[in-house]
């Protein structure tokens, strides 16, 4: 198998590039190894479809070094293709993906990503492109609007561009209306709300756990809508969303609709309505998001599957429970 580092120079705080050579000069005896490093935007894509097409029959496997936005631009140049996996070398920022199994710490290592086992993941769909962890509107879309605007500014990049986005959300969000169908159902009609997110993965914003139950290899798209709530509410309830426990508290479920769902069609009258796929602003007032079950082939590590395992087996110990 070819191994060939996708590497995003500008991801992060700090350039990988010089510690990823070091470490894949110590594998070159033992791997065919390669490195190629992106240009700019959609440069992570369009180098995948290329390789693929000019080695049809080789298999390959493409390691995303960078964020969230280099991972979702490796896997959409790899989605389709049967000789090609893709794995992360999480760098970035955020990193949110990488936390569905365990944590950026699972990933730091080329020689266990190499020997790591492939697994058939879901990802989420608009007809055009793919997001591999979280597709989301509303409060969300205003926070990563806001992000885009600020996160250059010396005292304003990382994290503190992401809590700059929520001030501002929270001021803007939810005057927006919109009509939501899942899987053919009315949900809501013309209504003002919070957000509503659409997880593959299960974090976002670097540390949100906004989907506890997502489960990737399900077929199905984790929905959670949160109806529009006053301020007070919105303070209490992020510190519930941060750690993963808004589904589980009597006091919030009359704001939240969550449900399982393999597509949602989506309109507002709102002109400056949109969405997000891995936090990739997409302006549009309607729009269609689909489920594509197993359509990539992830290899995680050791370490990362062993997590998975711990976590399916709390899971059916608590629902044995109920």
Known sequence: MKHILVVNPAAGHTNALPRIREEAEK????YDVEIYETKGKGDATAFVKETIAAHPDAPIRFYSCGGDGTLKEVANGAVGAKNASVSCYPCGSGNDFVKYYGGAENFLSLAALFEGEEREIDLITDGTEYSIN???FGFDYAVCETMEKVRRFPLLGGKRAYYAGIVTALFTAMK???KVYADGELLTEDDRFLLCTLANGTYIGGSYMC???SDNEDGLLE???VKSISV???LKLMGYYKRGEHLDMAAL????????????EVSSTDKDFGYTL??????????TLTIVPKALRFAIPKTAAAFCAEREKKRHEAFACK
Do not use: T, W
Request: charge should be positive; aromatic fraction near 12%; proline fraction near 10%.
């Open 27 to 30: 594998l070159k005896g033992s």
């Open 134 to 136: 979280i597709a989301n």
């Open 176 to 178: 927006k209306r919109v």
């Open 211 to 213: 989907a506890p139950r």
């Open 223 to 225: 929905l959670c809508y």
């Open 232 to 234: 007070p509410r919105f």
């Open 253 to 264: 479920a009359p704001y939240i609709i969550y449900k399982r769902v393999s597509s949602i």
């Open 278 to 287: 891995d936090g990739e602003l997409h302006p549009c007032a309607r729009f």
